[in-house]
């Protein structure tokens, strides 16, 4: 395996490949923006509905006599698609490091667009039978083998575009799942409000899928004609030269320790998501015993503060260092969690919530603006979108994909209803210590030199 100080030359030596290239106009930063997180925030805008719509969708596909076990069948089917991953993470990512950024970029949106379409017409259990929840089940494998692909072939063309904002512009990854976290929960709380509950659980639920629907063209549209990143150029120009035309291509996976301490860093990013976010409406209605519309209503404040702190976070991270912010968040959350979950069953109010769900919304800003950033520098460009990819996908996969899953159990095993808050802290300490590895793995090379 290559030692720390020859994987952080290899990123300075990609950087300084790609360096010569013309300064960026806003028109072109939208662009690279825009393109990068548009499949992002689809991929989370669907995954994020179906979360909040779990119980009626068990009721429409996985009809059985005990409605918890429906809604776990529900959820899990919702866990069971994140095993699809690492495989869309192998099959894109290479893709993307072989054909490039915009071809993985295009073809994993238009994935993404087909599970969508799926889902929304999809016929009912009381239709079509078993094949209702076996199609809805296939619908989700698609969309897990897309989005597995999507995040480092996303991240890889927002920071191969300027090495001195890299943090700012991959912040935008995270910034966008702040914003499809807005209109999923907006449609939650609207649709619970206006509909009755009959029309919501025979129609109402499909809206916002069909919603989805709208955004996936343009964005395949502008992907489809975006430029590919100077890095990348220069990296393939490289690769094709006389003198490296017959080096041994390299693999992420001989790089196990840098993807071990990357899915570390994930953890905390992904439970956040998926505890904090997408776990707490059904948690506050049936575990605290909230308005449904109010539960949706308050995941609209930490996908605000997502999505507004997110790039100032990215930004910071340019001038004071990544790990350095993300550290602090680690520590902060694992020590604050559980006081605040017992705060919140001592006082299940929707105020509670609130002060909750904001401190959840920093928390994951300060975290996972930088955090994109931050992986990206762990790996160089010839493998940094497989990379970034597998990583990821392992991460969420493991700790994120089946969070909400783990914590009913763990509820309905323990009858302890702040067992969510240990497992949330158990992801902090986690990336904590990666963290604190690739920290001093970066600072050791500069001793040296």
């Known amino acids: 395996m290559r030692s720390s100080a020859e994987s952080i030359a290899d990123v300075m030596e990609d950087e300084q490949a790609g360096s010569e290239k013309p300064p960026l106009t806003r028109a072109m930063v939208r662009r690279i923006v825009f393109s ?23 009721k429409q596909f996985f009809p059985v006599h005990d409605e918890w076990l429906s809604t776990l069948l529900a959820i899990g089917t919702f866990g069971i698609s994140f095993l699809m991953r690492p495989l869309g993470a192998i099959v894109l990512g290479v893709y993307g490091d072989r054909k490039g950024r915009k071809a993985a970029l295009t073809l994993a949106i238009a994935l993404m667009m087909a599970g969508t379409l799926a889902m929304a017409v999809m016929p009912s259990y009381a239709t079509i039978g078993i094949a209702a929840p076996l199609l809805v089940l296939l619908a989700r494998l698609v969309q897990g083998f897309a989005v597995g692909g999507e995040f480092g072939s996303a991240t890889a063309f927002m920071v191969e575009h300027s090495s001195a904002r890299r943090g700012y512009y ?229 700790f994120g994909g089946f969070a909400p899953t783990i914590a009913e159990l763990l509820i309905h095993w323990t009858g302890d209803t702040l067992a969510p808050a240990y497992y949330v802290s158990l992801a902090a300490v986690i990336s904590g210590v990666s963290l604190s590895i690739v920290g001093w793995r970066m600072r050791k090379p500069l001793r040296v030199h």
Do not use: C
């Open 170 to 398: 991959a912040s935008w990854q995270f910034a966008s799942q702040g914003a499809a976290a807005i209109l999923a929960a907006s449609f939650g709380s609207l649709l619970a409000l206006w509909l009755p509950p009959a029309d919501l659980a025979s129609w109402g639920w499909r809206v916002p899928f069909f919603f989805g629907l709208v955004l996936g063209p343009v964005g395949y549209y502008i992907r489809s004609h975006l430029d590919e990143t100077p890095e990348f150029l220069a990296s393939r120009a490289a690769k094709a030269a006389p003198e490296t035309a017959a080096a041994q291509p390299e693999r992420a996976g001989r790089r196990w320790l840098d993807l071990v301490l990357a899915v570390g860093i994930v953890a905390q990013s992904t439970v956040g998501v998926y505890i904090l976010q997408l776990y707490m409406p059904l948690y506050a209605v049936k575990q605290l015993h909230m308005a449904t519309a109010a539960s949706f209503g308050v995941v609209v404040l930490n996908g605000g503060l997502q999505f507004a702190l997110s790039p100032v976070m990215g930004a910071l991270s340019d001038r004071i260092g990544r790990v350095r912010i993300m550290l602090t968040t680690s520590v902060l959350l694992a020590a604050l969690t559980y006081p605040m979950f017992a705060w919140l069953k001592a006082h299940p109010t929707i105020g509670w919530l609130l002060v909750l769900q904001g401190a959840a919304g920093i928390f994951k800003a300060a975290y996972s603006g930088p955090m994109p950033a931050l992986m990206s520098e762990i790996f160089p460009v010839r493998i940094r979108s497989a990379g970034l990819s597998i990583a990821y996908s392992l991460g969420v996969t493991l």
């Open 36 to 58: 990068s997180s548009i499949g992002n925030a689809l991929e989370w805008f669907d995954f994020l509905v179906y979360g909040y719509f779990a119980p009626v969708i068990a």
